[in-house]
């Protein structure tokens, strides 16, 4: 009997959880909606009913390793503390996993959600053939997450793969976390978003303009990207930005870690074909390890391994089965 | 009987042998030049002359775990071939491991002379405590070492660490590289005196033009820090560039990573006084992970430990000690 374990990713929107084995086949899934406004203690109480229902009626025979869970936030890993959430502002300060293990009576993990589909990127999708992976997650934000023979690189207090923050443009666009020019400025979906607004008001975009003026409502990264499809140059100019962000980011991480691959997923992800020849033109021109370990004709490496510059596979459920991965990968 | 190791560190101007046992004792040392010029089989058969004087001489009784090899360039550790070495140009496509382990009859382990240094400041210089460290050799260029878990990070082919190559802006000087903006152009010895030139010919640096007049074949980074010493504004300034640039490399690894430690070493460091305040000041503003993980009043993590910053101990040693220790580790 194959041993299994419940990922848990608990999103701002939506709660999923789902039994996973230990060769990485899904046993069950639900999706729960997250009702965030009514209060922690709320939702926790709704996860751990749902995980003991999951558990009642699967009735697995192997052994449960335990509850990994995915969260939107920084955690101190020492306790277990979230240390900072906007999305689940109750959460910081609260000993997430101890009261969640004392609920459920068995070992329970807790990681960042980009760490979390770093792993499962690494586990069952684009990272699956290779020890070393950095995954960047474009959504709302851009979330981090390094896999190094194998396992999330958690650094000194677990705070390590904070990708989204760093800098691109050292006098570029105010970010959030006090820094100018982080690459989430540029690369996530509410960049996207902004900077096609830059392209309209600086004039010069007047087909963007009209786009706008008719979705007021979802005037989003994803209609940007049809537009960008349907040859729209303005909106191609805002994913070319976007992609050579990425590239000058990626550049500095082939030269800092030398990793056998990069994943990029994430909502915004879908603008791949949009976005991703600025990549490749981007870490071409800027990192000399890219081009050194390129395999080419009369090069000197004997065993040149080009760096994988490649697509997320999993979608949104990378997170989720990055998540129950955790505990088995314990054990 | 403690066992113990040879280390070499080639320099290009330098070549320095070194006999230390598996603790860190140093039993003996010495230093050829390395006439380059000569070519490769005169330089490695004086290092395998050398090195064969030094064991008859010693006769340690412990036993000899190998010898340790930093050298001036890019190494594919799969072969030992050097990829590629500006101060030693006919050493490329050249087997040095191999030929050297073949005359010696022991074996070699070769490493890229910054990894190698940021090896020795873990054993036995600022990093001694810690697990994690990052390591950055301001010299003719900017070289870069990480220790992860106390070994050296290789990457997917050995060529991890090329940390002065982090791109700190991206519209800035043309690099050696082909990049544009690298730390490397601006925290180098190097790169202190183009500054310098650079402050006098825009104008109001009449100082550092007097200085440089008086001293037309010495005007480096050593008197230029000697000027910011003395308080002269546009030689201050030119420090204030290095730390920035130092700064805002850290920061983003700062974020990468969360290491325990950053380590400063190389020639260039001497001037640690007058560019080390803009470092702080730059990774506190960009790196909201080094805020996070900062001790404070108040603050949410159970077990604050700042990532330290500071300068290297061994001086002119750590890549000599760093050598030495390959071998021993691999044992």
Known sequence: ???????????????R???VDEHGTLLHKVTLGTEVAKGRDFVVGEMTAAIRQMLDTLKVPGELKGIGIGVPGIIDKATGFMYESPNLPD????????????????PVVLENDANSAALGEKWLGAGRDVETMVMLTLGTGVGGGIVMDGKIWQGMNGMAGELGHITVDPVGQLCGCGNKGCLEQYASATAITRMANEAIQAGGADSLKNLRDAHPEDFNSKIIYQAAVQGDRAAQEVFNKVGRALGTAIADMVNAFNPHMFVIGGGASNAWDAFSPAIFAEVQKRSFVYRATAPKEGGALANPRKTIITRAQL?????LFGAARLPLQRS
């Open 17 to 19: 959880i789902a039994a």
């Open 315 to 319: 979608g949104g459920d990378a997170g």
């Open 91 to 106: 959460w910081a300060n609260y000993p997430v996993h101890s009261d969640i293990e004392r609920r459920l009576g068995t």
């Open 1 to 15: 009997m194959p041993a299994y374990a419940i990922g848990v990713d608990l999103g701002g929107t939506n709660l």
